[in-house]
């Protein structure tokens, strides 16, 4: 039997860095209100975090650069809709190559018109890659996405943000070799901190 547990610690840990714009946030006066385009688009970057848990897995992936590109559309000055792709690259080691991704649908609310803080929530697919150049371990299962962040412009249209994203899939993977199942019931887990760059 399989017994899948999520990392709370590091769980924990990525909330309160998420909730840190928040606070700041709130010190903060109000923006120009959101203007521009109804579409919009927008770039991240920063450090990010990977986790397979299975009971043939070791867990903790490491820490390694993580991508992040937005794109949606604006249904009002407090609420933003669209997708968010977000790519984990774990780099080589013994010559083997990691890599997690997530895809998700997300809406990005903030709770004043024209306020800097937002939160964000939605769901989409996880999924991770190991490969050897012979051989292919991989996973992916179904997902939450939580973050936040703290938008200041920096002109009209644009704007960069700090803020962390917590894309969770605590069950439903199968870990794959070569395409066949070997495992059940695999848990992921990619969060991610960095700033982003977004056009209104």
Not at 163 to 191: E, H, M, R, W
């Amino acid at each position: 039997m399989v017994h899948v547990t999520m990392p709370l610690r590091l769980i924990r840990g990525v909330l309160a860095g998420a909730a840190l714009p928040a606070l700041l946030a709130g010190s903060l006066a109000a923006q120009e209100p959101r203007t521009g385009d109804a579409l919009w688009f927008g770039l991240g970057l920063g450090p990010g975090v990977a986790r397979v848990q299975c009971d043939i897995c070791r867990a903790d992936r490491g820490t390694a650069v993580t991508g992040e590109v937005r794109l949606g559309g604006r249904l009002s000055r407090k609420v933003l809709i669209g997708a968010d792709v977000i790519l984990w690259a774990g780099g080589s080691q013994s010559g083997v190559r990691e890599s997690m991704w997530g895809l998700g649908a997300v809406g990005y609310f903030f709770p004043r018109p024209g306020g800097s803080w937002y939160w964000k929530t939605g769901f989409g697919l996880l999924s991770w890659h190991s490969v050897d150049g012979h051989d292919e371990l991989s996973a992916g299962a179904p997902g939450l996405v939580l973050g936040t962040g703290w938008e200041f412009r920096v002109a009209r249209r644009y704007t960069l943000a700090p803020y962390a994203t917590l894309f969770i899939a605590p069950v439903g993977g199968d870990i794959k070799f070569n395409g066949s199942t070997i495992q059940k019931n695999a848990g992921l887990l990619l969060g991610h901190f960095g700033v982003s760059f977004t056009r209104h």
